[in-house]
């Protein structure tokens, strides 16, 4: 059973066991569960500084590593990461649950929502797309495709350490912005997460998965879709598209930050999604959001 670089941080609250691996969880706060899923970028650590707010605001959170992230323990083997998924919310009584996805969680979020409707109460798609979106409609600047040619450069020659610095730059500050845009903890915590993921072993071979694209007037549920400012270009323009195509979508684009802003941004990230869940009738209005 693998168990990867990291595992020193604070324990999950609990394991769950999905097939022979262990997806490592944690859980703050009662009430309503709201369900958040990392970046490929990321591990569950990702939203430590989101999840006391919205417990505050009494939402119980729940967030998991994926097999290939964070401490959770696995052997490389065919899987499905809809299943584990939904062994988490099976062990944490988390059926409804808001769900909240960045990037590739917000993928897997949407493929919940579609394939398991009655276990989403409303969804949050950060800096995510559907599966199958289309190919021709992405756009990319100079900036983006120079980054993305270092990335591949450092990747071939084997050198982890400046690929994990590359891409927390490209996601974290954002590929058009000065490296180092976003410092302190939050650049830290992201090259610490970003580097376990690198040296993972490999998980296997994941369950394939309908495409939602064309499936999205069937996602009924109040959804909110968040690209930051300084995100790809491409994803911003498909991520106007996707809105379009969902029938109970909000667009919504956050200032000063790039792919995570649960990292840069927590406070106004934390700040939307109670806004949102607010106005859907999810939570109350309590005035306890205002946390420091």
Same mark, same amino acid.
């Given at each position: ?96 649950a ?10 897997? @979020? ?5 394939a ?16 199958? @979106?289309p ?5 990319q ?22 690929v ?5 730059h ?18 830290d915590l ?8 690198? @040296? ?6 994941d ?19 968040v ?10 323009a ?11 979508a ?11 802003p ?23 209005s ?7």
């Open positions: 059973m693998s168990t990867h670089p990291g595992s020193g941080n604070r324990g999950p609250d609990q394991w769950v066991r999905s097939g022979t691996a262990e997806l490592a969880v944690s859980v703050q706060g009662a009430g309503t569960p709201i369900l958040a899923l990392h970046a490929g970028v990321c591990d569950r650590r990702s939203w430590q500084w989101c999840a006391p707010r919205w417990a505050a605001a009494g939402l119980r959170t729940i967030t998991y590593d994926r097999r290939g992230f964070g401490q959770t323990r696995y052997e490389a083997q065919p899987h499905n990461s809809l299943g584990d998924l939904r062994a988490v919310t099976a062990a944490t009584d988390a059926r409804p808001v769900v909240v996805g960045n990037s590739m969680g917000g993928s897997l @979020a949407l493929d919940l929502a579609l398991h409707p009655d276990e989403v109460l409303a969804l949050v798609l950060v800096g995510s797309l559907p599966s199958g @979106a190919d021709e409609a992405w756009t600047s100079a900036d983006e495709a120079a980054a993305e040619a270092e990335m591949e450069a450092a990747t071939q020659a084997g050198d982890l350490e400046r994990n610095r590359l891409e927390v490209y996601w974290l500050d954002g590929p058009a912005q000065p490296d180092g845009r976003v410092a302190g903890a939050p650049r992201m090259l610490e997460m970003n580097r376990t993921a690198l @040296a993972a072993p490999s998980p296997g071979q369950a394939d998965r309908p495409a939602a694209w064309p499936r999205l007037g069937e996602v009924a549920v109040p959804t909110l879709l690209v930051g400012e300084h995100d790809e270009t491409g994803l911003s498909l991520t106007e598209m996707t809105c379009a195509r969902l029938p109970a909000t667009l919504r684009r956050l200032a000063g930050t790039a792919h995570c649960m990292l840069d941004r927590p406070e106004a990230l934390s700040a939307l999604v109670l806004d949102f869940l607010e106005a859907a009738g999810l939570v109350a309590d005035g306890s959001r205002g946390l420091p």
